[in-house]
């Protein structure tokens, strides 16, 4: 189930279950979506993106879904492992490439095996 | 391909010293560099972005006499915590896009630096 705490609301699923992450994303004038995963003492890693003309974009094991209409984005694991287990951010961006990310609030992915 | 490097990984320093910490492209020129800062439990939030032979551009709120950034080439770019003091304890990441590669959209993130300031 899901929970939020007092910054990062966590999602448990179990090893094998499909997991769906959520966010909302703050300006609708933003192009450019991505999805980041961050495990303990590391950097950001990407996982996958999507543009503002898209409403679907499908990688290895994860999809990203685009609702523009009402400002979300969320990611969905395909056959959750344990391997999954981190924090999942998105982010968005007016345009793609050199402009900055504006990173939402973060979900703890946890996977019970 | 696209590694970007930090260094420190971490440091710890006594409150009113001055911390610098490296971002470095390892394989790409990376036309510009932007520095984040994390604090436990929250969201990366933007501290500033950093151009190649040019001023940085700081973000509301972030002081630029005290987060001093470099970015004398087209590999490094640093962060200079002045002053350091217990709060501006954090985790601090730099990403960088690839100068070579018009086509991508993406920002590599480096490792991140874990600062403590006691």
């Known amino acids: 189930g899901e929970s939020v705490g007092l910054h990062l609301p966590t999602l448990s699923v179990q090893e094998g279950d499909n997991s769906i992450i959520n966010c909302a994303y703050s300006n609708s004038a933003s192009d450019y979506f991505i999805w980041y995963k961050q495990e303990s003492g590391k950097g950001p890693q990407f996982i996958i993106d999507?543009?503002?003309?898209?409403d679907k974009r499908q990688g290895q094991r994860v999809t990203v879904l685009l609702n523009k209409t009402v400002k979300h984005l969320s990611l969905q694991i395909a056959a959750t492992q344990p391997g999954d287990s981190a924090v999942y951010f998105c982010?968005?961006?007016?345009?793609?490439?050199?402009?900055?990310?504006?990173f939402g609030k973060g979900t703890r992915l946890s996977v019970i095996a | 391909g696209a590694v970007v490097s930090q260094h420190p990984s971490w440091v710890i320093c006594k409150s009113g010293t001055s911390v610098k910490i490296e971002c470095r492209s390892l394989?790409?020129?990376?036309?510009?560099m932007f520095w984040y800062r994390q604090f436990p439990k929250q969201s990366l939030m933007l501290m500033a972005t950093s151009n190649e032979g040019s001023k940085a551009t700081y973000e509301q709120g972030v002081e630029k006499d005290k987060f001093l950034i470099n970015h004398a080439s087209l590999t490094l770019s640093t962060l200079t915590v002045t002053s350091a003091h217990p709060e501006d304890s954090s985790f601090y990441i730099c990403?960088?896009?690839?100068?070579?590669?018009?086509?991508?959209?993406?920002?590599?993130f480096g490792p991140g630096t874990r600062l403590t300031v006691t």
């Open positions: 394989d790409f020129q990376a036309t510009t």
């Open positions: 999507i543009r503002s003309n898209m």
């Open positions: 990403s960088a896009t690839d100068r070579g590669r018009s086509s991508s959209y993406e920002q590599y």
């Open positions: 982010a968005e961006s007016l345009v793609p490439g050199n402009t900055p990310l504006v």
